[in-house]
């Protein structure tokens, strides 16, 4: 049974890191930084959202500023 954005509390974000972005410290740094960045955005603000983040191969290189500006720009 498929459940509308509309019934939910908020939002849900998937998060991939592929093995090609970096080893096991870098993906799971990466993901603390994404998980942290969407913490502190509106994103779970209505209207409620179903998102899947594909890390691609440098973006465990980005630094915070330059993660959270990309993330905001593809969130917008």
Known sequence: MAVSAEGRDGSRVG???????????????????VKAILDRSTFGAAPHRDVVLIARPGAGERDFDDLAAELARLLA
Do not use: C, P, S, Y
């Open 15 to 33: 998060i991939t890191v592929a093995k090609t972005v970096g080893n096991a410290v870098v993906r799971n740094r990466l993901r603390r930084r």
